[in-house]
C-alpha cells in the first residue's frame, strides 16, 4: 500500500509541473492556450479540451480555444450565462460535473454530436473576476474524482494568464493603430512657416498620451496644440484621441486660445473624469507676425529669435484639464514672432531627469534652440538631452517664421 501511495504521489507530481512547467510562460497567448488543452488531455485521459472566454457586454461564453472541439471555435459558438453547461458553470463560478450528457444538460449542439458521455467543467477567474470557463469531455463514461477537479482548477488559473497576456497585445495594437492615426504622418505646408516635430515613446508598450496637432482655421489663424494625457495604453492613447478632437471642434468656434481651453476644462473634468492633461495652445495670425499662447498645465514653450539668445516664453501657466475644480479665468499671451523666429513646443518627458531638478533639463533645452531650420533645430536638441532611451513619452513640435530676404 505504501507503494501505491507513493506511486499516487509521483502521479500528482508530474501532473502538477506538466501545467506549471517554466516553458509555458515563454509561450504567446494562442500557443500557450493550445499547449495547455494539449497537456490537460493527455493528464486527464481526456477527449475533448475547450477554453470560452466572457463577452462581457453581451453576457456570454464565446469558444476560443479547443482541443477535439475544433468545431465549436469555428463557427464562434456562443453560450449565454446561465445556460447549458458552461453557461451554469459561468453562473454558479463553481465546477460542474456531469456524468451522463443529456440534450437537458447542454444548449451545445457540437458537444452532443460529438456523442459526449461525460463533462467536467471550471471557471477561470482572473483578479477575483469570471473571465471564461474551462472544460473537458470524455466519450466513454467517466467519474471524474476531486483530484482531476483541483489539476482542471490549476489549468484554469494558467489559462487566466493566457488570457490578460492575448489583452494586452490586443490593447497595445489597439492603441498604437490609434496614435498613429492621430499623429500627424505629415506635417501641413504653410505659407510663411517651416515646421518639424519628433514623436518619442518612453514606454516598454510604445503608446503614451503625448501629442502634438496643427491645424488650419476658416479666419486664416494656424492652430498648434501640444499636450500630455496622464498615464500609458490604450485608454490614455483614447482619452488623447478625445481631447484632440474636442480642442479642434472648439478652436472653430473660438478666437482665443483660453477660452478653448477653458471649454476643453470643461469637458474633460465631465467626461474624462480621473484623467489630468496638459496642453498649450498656439494660435499664429494669418500674416504670421504674431502668437496668441494659453497653457493649461503645460510647461512654457522656448523662442529664439535671431540676434538674441533664446528663452521662455513668457505665458501664464494655467491649472491642467480635468482637476475637477473651477479655475480662474485662463489666460492667454499675445506676442510678435519676428522673421526667422523658432518657437520649440514640447512635453515633459524631454527635459524631466529622475536624478535632476526639471530646471536643467529645461536650461539645455533653451540653450539648444537657435533660430535655425525646424529640421534642424530638432537634432540639435534631441541630441544635446540624450533622448535616445527615454524614460517619458516624448514630443517635440518646432515651428520657424521664414525669414524675409533682401
Not at 218 to 224: I, M
Not at 333 to 344: I, N, Q, R
Amino acid at each position: 500500500m505504501a507503494d501505491a501511495g507513493l506511486i499516487q504521489d509521483d502521479e500528482r507530481l508530474r501532473r502538477l509541473e506538466a501545467v506549471t512547467d517554466a516553458a509555458l510562460s515563454r509561450l504567446d497567448a494562442a500557443d500557450l492556450f493550445d499547449e495547455l488543452l494539449d497537456r490537460v488531455r493527455d493528464l486527464l485521459g481526456v477527449d475533448t479540451a475547450a477554453i470560452l472566454l466572457l463577452d462581457p457586454h453581451a453576457q456570454q461564453l464565446v469558444a476560443t480555444a479547443a482541443k477535439g472541439l475544433e468545431e465549436e471555435v469555428r463557427r464562434g459558438f456562443r453560450v449565454s450565462v446561465g445556460r447549458g453547461f458552461a453557461g451554469r458553470i459561468a453562473l454558479t463560478r463553481r465546477p460542474v460535473v456531469i456524468e451522463e450528457v443529456t440534450p437537458d444538460a447542454v444548449v451545445n449542439p457540437v458537444l452532443l454530436a460529438m456523442g459526449l458521455t461525460s463533462l467536467l467543467g471550471v471557471p477561470i477567474f482572473a483578479r477575483g473576476e469570471l473571465i471564461g470557463v474551462l472544460h473537458v469531455g470524455t466519450l466513454r463514461h467517466r467519474q471524474f474524482t476531486a483530484d482531476d477537479v483541483r489539476l482542471l482548477e490549476l489549468v484554469a488559473d494558467r489559462a487566466s494568464l493566457a488570457h490578460f497576456a492575448r489583452a494586452n497585445n490586443l490593447a497595445q495594437t489597439a492603441a498604437l493603430a490609434l496614435q498613429r492615426s492621430l499623429l500627424p504622418n505629415q506635417l501641413p505646408e504653410v505659407p510663411g512657416l517651416a515646421m518639424a516635430a519628433r514623436y518619442v515613446p518612453g514606454h516598454v508598450a510604445g503608446v503614451g498620451g503625448d501629442w502634438y496637432d496643427v491645424f488650419s482655421l476658416p479666419s486664416g489663424w494656424l492652430g498648434l496644440v501640444i499636450g500630455d494625457v496622464s498615464g500609458h495604453g490604450l485608454q490614455s492613447a483614447v482619452v488623447m484621441g478625445r481631447v484632440r478632437s474636442a480642442l479642434r471642434a472648439y478652436a472653430l468656434v473660438c478666437g482665443d486660445p483660453a477660452e478653448a481651453l477653458a471649454l476643453l476644462d470643461r469637458k474633460v473634468s465631465h467626461f474624462e473624469a480621473g484623467s489630468l492633461t496638459t496642453a498649450l495652445y498656439v494660435m499664429v495670425s494669418p500674416d504670421r507676425g504674431k502668437i496668441r499662447i494659453s497653457s493649461a498645465g503645460h510647461l512654457r514653450p522656448v523662442l529664439a529669435v535671431p540676434g538674441r539668445p533664446g528663452a521662455l516664453v513668457p505665458v501664464h501657466v494655467d491649472p491642467p484639464l480635468g482637476t475637477g475644480r473651477r479655475p480662474p479665468a485662463r489666460r492667454q499671451t499675445e506676442m510678435d514672432l519676428p522673421p526667422g523666429a523658432v518657437l520649440a513646443c514640447f512635453t515633459d518627458g524631454l527635459v524631466e531627469r529622475r536624478d535632476e531638478v526639471i530646471d536643467v533639463g529645461v536650461q539645455q533645452l533653451v540653450d539648444a534652440v537657435r533660430p535655425d531650420p525646424p529640421e534642424e533645430v530638432c537634432r540639435t536638441v534631441m541630441a544635446a538631452l540624450g533622448v535616445e532611451q527615454p524614460t517619458d513619452d516624448i514630443a517635440l513640435l518646432v515651428v520657424r517664421r521664414q525669414p524675409t530676404h533682401g
